[in-house]
């Protein structure tokens, strides 16, 4: 490095101490001085752009912060009327064009001046009630093409559980009529066998009387209550916090949770909720509860004379589906064929928010990851089996699943991040052979580098470093990865003279369980061990199903040996990776794989023929030779179909609504600024998973780093995916995020 460059980093080094410091102009003319130096350099320049952005963006600030005292003021008066119904009116217009996210956007505007107008509340629930059915819709007519009508069948159901008059229903209840649909999966117990018209469609009913749904587990019940918090949703959060609480009273992490709600959903001299219970009917006076009945049959009368046609509607909805179950269950048999029951095998998908590389395992077995980005796995060896998913920087998710016939789980899981779970850690001695334990307080437990007198501590997850210490003997410093929520016992050795200690761990992402081995002998099995062994030469061993052997020759000193160890993996396949445009229907050798784009297929050396199909284009047919652990790349380049010239009319585009969100961070100067309030407006670009892949800032009026915040955030969502004649597209979508710094 030049004597120039080492300057133009002192001066680089000045200027972000000048920036910390809050003299923001100075550094500008000590980042000019290193531009003078070295007018090419790339991080000069960037740290000057950033520093005028702020600038701007805090003269904006001065300027308005007087004037944003008066803007809610005039709010309140006839030019908030007049506001409101115009973001009514847009919204319907834009309802009419088919466009219901750029309607609900509007109306969430107006309910922003108005948050107690009953009208807007009605179309904003209207609308998001259809957004959730044409959903629904287009995931039944997605199973349709790919002949599962019995999965169609079930996302009918779904919809006419919560809106019997949805559009969507009808159209997909008309193509479900014209295919020969398998037996219903058994319904879960306690719901209804008999169909059931959702008084919802016909008259109000509020919302708290709905109790939120009982999380499985911990794990559940804490993603469970941040979803609602991410929704605003947080007198519904601090129940489900409140029931969770008790459920799992030593679980910090719902206990924290349930500390920060009651600051926010309960209002000043209310008791905190308990547990949340069925509403007690007795506490409603006798008078009241008579004339409940009265008032909904009166309702009821009410609706029927002034719209006949809806409980006809509804009628014939409910005939069309109750037909069709009738024709699947009465379906007429092959007089030879025994009536053998049929084994419903069990169906996990899971949809996983946070890193890319990650693995996602039942007992060891790992789950198939399909063209959404689902992991997907279905099988009959039913049984208690355990689901683990793991990846380097975020805690373990882990769950116990009772598999059985039918089980169904269908769910979102979001990984924490390192830290944001405590773990209670519980300390042991390991004495050299022969000798008795300590007595009770001569260990002196080391976490960290800080003494503890508690053989149980509460840490977050994270690396961490533990020793023992005790007169007499010696004793290593252990190193080891807490990152798995669950409580733990952590054995730590205590040496001899002569003895010195072996430590091995799995890498994060390498999945499944090994066997450790010192001189031929195991010592362990699981994912990390330590073992006690003479000082001298020793040969270390680990072994694992489809990997490599690991194994090395060490010589055992008073420092020991420590080591993270990655076997490699035993690859027995070549990979097929096909190129995504156009899409097409792939099959290989008679076996469908589904539609395109699709992740590498892992297929055994050999010859192998692959069919490729679209409509737009003509059929293709290719010999593919697949090499061990090769990648083989093919792409679809038969020639377009000859168009018919009858013209036909582009199907509308069903836009992408967001299934996960996370809030954004607040930027520190934003913070130390305080007193904003705003809306970040982005441009996000939806692919045909759901996954974001693209994000542009259109309008940041907050600045100091509130729109890369918004931007960051919004990377990590996910949306159910636009749908243009029930196939997914990738498209682009307009995304406000709120800021509401004090």
């Not at 587990?217 to 991410?230: G, L, Q």
């Not at 980005?373 to 920087?393: K, M, S, W």
Request: one cysteine or more; hydrophobic letters at 40%; a negative charge.
């Amino acid at each position: 490095m030049s004597a120039s460059d080492d300057r133009v980093n002192d001066l680089l080094r000045t200027a972000r101490r000048q920036v910390e410091s809050g003299d923001r102009d100075q550094a500008l003319q000590t980042l000019r001085k290193a531009l003078d130096l070295d007018p090419s350099n790339a991080d000069v320049r960037e740290e000057i752009q950033s520093i005028e952005r702020e600038i701007a963006a805090m003269k904006v600030f001065k300027r308005s912060r007087t004037m944003r005292a008066h803007a809610t003021e005039e709010a309140k008066g006839p030019a908030s009327e007049g506001f409101v119904e115009e973001c009514i009116r847009r919204s319907q217009e834009a309802m009419d064009a088919g466009d219901e996210i750029r309607a609900l956007q509007e109306l969430e505007r107006a309910r922003r001046q108005e948050a107690e107008n009953e009208e807007i509340n009605r179309r904003i629930k209207s609308i998001k009630r259809s957004i959730k059915a044409n959903n629904l819709a287009d995931l039944g007519f997605t199973r349709l093409r790919s002949g599962d009508p019995a999965g169609a069948l079930e996302q009918a159901w779904n919809i006419f559980n919560f809106w019997a008059l949805a559009p969507a229903l009808g159209k997909l209840v008309s193509e479900l009529e014209k295919v020969q649909a398998p037996a219903p999966a058994v319904r879960p117990a306690g719901e209804p066998e008999e169909l059931e018209i959702d008084t919802e469609d016909l008259i109000e009913v509020p919302a708290a009387t709905a109790a939120p749904a009982a999380p499985r587990d911990a794990a559940s019940a804490v993603a469970s209550i941040r979803r609602r918090i991410s929704e605003n949703e947080f007198t519904e959060a601090l129940e489900e916090a409140a029931a969770a609480r008790e459920r799992y009273p030593r679980d910090a992490t719902v206990r924290e949770l349930f500390d920060k709600l009651q600051k926010v959903a309960i209002p000043v001299g209310e008791p905190a909720p308990g547990p949340v219970r069925a509403p007690v009917e007795e506490a409603a006076p006798a008078a009241v509860r008579r004339e409940e009945p009265v008032r909904a049959a009166a309702a009821g009368a009410e609706l029927r004379r002034r719209n006949p046609i809806l409980f006809i509607v509804i009628g014939v909805v409910a005939l069309a589906v109750t037909g069709l179950l009738l024709l699947a269950i009465l379906k007429p048999r092959p007089p030879d064929v025994p009536d053998v029951p049929q084994v419903q095998p069990y169906s996990i998908s899971l949809a996983v928010q946070g890193p890319e590389d990650l693995s996602v395992t039942l007992d060891g077995e790992a789950l198939f990851r399909d063209s959404t980005g689902a992991y997907i796995l279905t099988g009959v060896d039913f049984g208690t089996r355990q689901l683990e998913i793991r990846a380097q920087g975020y805690e373990v998710y882990s769950r116990t699943l009772d598999l059985q016939q039918g089980f169904t789980l269908d769910e979102a899981v979001i990984l924490d991040s390192m830290g944001t779970s405590t773990v209670p850690v519980s300390f042991s001695i390991l004495m050299p052979e022969g000798e008795p334990q300590p007595a009770p307080g001569t260990v002196t437990f080391l976490v960290d580098g800080e003494e503890t007198d508690s053989l149980t501590v509460s840490l977050p997850t994270g690396l961490h470093v533990f020793q023992a210490v005790l007169d007499g003997y010696n004793s290593l410093p252990e190193t080891v990865l807490v990152d798995t929520p669950a409580g733990f016992d952590q054995a730590l050795a205590l040496l001899s003279s002569q003895t010195s200690q072996i430590s091995l761990t799995l890498a994060g992402d390498i999945e499944g369980n090994a066997v450790f081995m010192v001189d031929g002998v195991q010592v362990g099995t699981g994912r990390r061990v330590t073992h006690i062994a003479d000082r001298g030469p020793h040969t270390v061993l680990v072994r694992m199903d489809g990997h490599e052997d690991w194994s090395r020759s060490i010589t055992l000193g008073a420092d020991g040996f420590s080591q993270t160890v990655s076997p490699v993996e035993i690859v027995t396949t070549g990979r097929l990776l096909i190129g995504p445009e156009p899409w097409a229907e792939v099959t290989i050798d008679g076996q469908s794989y589904g539609q395109t784009p699709l992740p590498p297929i892992e297929l055994e050396p050999g010859t192998y023929s692959v069919s490729l199909t679209n409509p737009d284009y003509e059929d293709q047919t290719t010999s593919v030779t697949i090499a061990l652990g090769e990648d083989t790349m093919i792409r679809y380049t038969a020639a377009e179909r000859v168009q018919q010239p009858d013209i036909i009319e582009e199907q509308p585009v069903i836009p992408p609504f967001a299934i996960q969100q996370s809030a954004p961070s607040i930027p520190a100067m934003a913070r130390e600024r305080g007193d904003l309030h705003g809306y970040v407006t982005l441009d996000v670009r939806v692919g045909t998973d759901g996954s974001v892949t693209d994000v542009q800032v259109t309008n940041d009026p907050l600045g100091l780093g509130c729109g890369q915040a918004a931007a960051d955030a919004v990377r990590q969502w996910r949306f159910q995916p636009a749908t243009q004649g029930g196939q997914p597209v990738e498209v682009t979508t307009t995304v406000q995020i709120r800021f509401d710094i004090e």
